[in-house]
């Protein structure tokens, strides 16, 4: 039964990943840019926290999951993407390995003990997930601010040729 309810989740972000991408990505970036496009995924993940505060279930848990996989894929990897073309090769590959190996997934690991000390503390999914919130808005604000420096740079590029 949890597989099939995981194959679900993992069609439904599929599908929808596939459905934004095509129809979506391209005009968001282009008509907002790369920061706000990046800024998508930390409101998700705000408006989802929100939600599991509101309601702690695991229909709100599994929605969430899957809204925020697909927001991830769809809009902000590939907004992500834009913000690199501004920077040199070499500096590239540098910054998308501590952001893969020590944001994403040292970040995962620090929630992961941050959470299970909150509940050791005695909060419930609700409190926890309530906050979370001021995260995820740091994380916007960064997004935006990553968005204005890579417009930046973008134009003096221009100027410069």
């Given at each position: 039964?949890?597989?099939?309810?995981?194959?679900?989740?993992?069609?439904?972000?599929?599908?929808?990943t596939?459905?934004?991408?095509?129809l979506?990505?391209?005009?968001?970036?282009?008509?907002?840019?790369?920061?706000?496009?990046?800024?998508?995924?930390?409101?998700?993940?705000?408006?989802?926290?929100?939600?599991?505060?509101?309601?702690?279930?695991?229909?709100?848990?599994?929605?969430?999951?899957?809204?925020?996989?697909?927001?991830?894929?769809?809009?902000?990897?590939?907004?992500?993407?834009?913000?690199?073309?501004?920077?040199?090769?070499?500096?590239?590959?540098?910054?998308?390995?501590?952001?893969?190996?020590?944001?994403?997934?040292?970040?995962?690991?620090?929630?992961?003990?941050?959470?299970?000390?909150?509940?050791?503390?005695?909060?419930?999914?609700?409190?926890?997930?309530?906050?979370t919130?001021?995260?995820?808005?740091?994380?916007?604000?960064?997004?935006?601010?990553?968005?204005?420096?890579?417009?930046?740079?973008?134009?003096?590029?221009?100027?410069?040729?």
């Open positions: 039964k949890r597989t099939a309810i995981f194959a679900r989740i993992d069609l439904a972000v599929s599908l929808l596939v459905i934004v991408q095509f979506a990505t391209g005009k968001l970036i282009k008509r907002f840019g790369a920061g706000p496009a990046t800024a998508f995924l930390p409101l998700v993940f705000a408006i989802g926290f929100v939600a599991l505060w509101a309601t702690p279930m695991l229909w709100v848990v599994i929605a969430f999951q899957a809204v925020q996989r697909a927001a991830n894929f769809a809009i902000a990897n590939p907004a992500r993407e834009v913000l690199f073309t501004v920077v040199e090769r070499e500096e590239k590959y540098k910054a998308k390995n501590v952001i893969d190996n020590v944001v994403f997934r040292g970040s995962d690991a620090l929630f992961g003990w941050l959470f299970s000390a909150l509940r050791g503390l005695g909060l419930e999914l609700g409190s926890i997930s309530l906050a919130v001021p995260v995820a808005a740091a994380w916007f604000a960064l997004s935006l601010a990553l968005g204005r420096t890579q417009e930046r740079k973008a134009s003096n590029a221009e100027h410069q040729t």
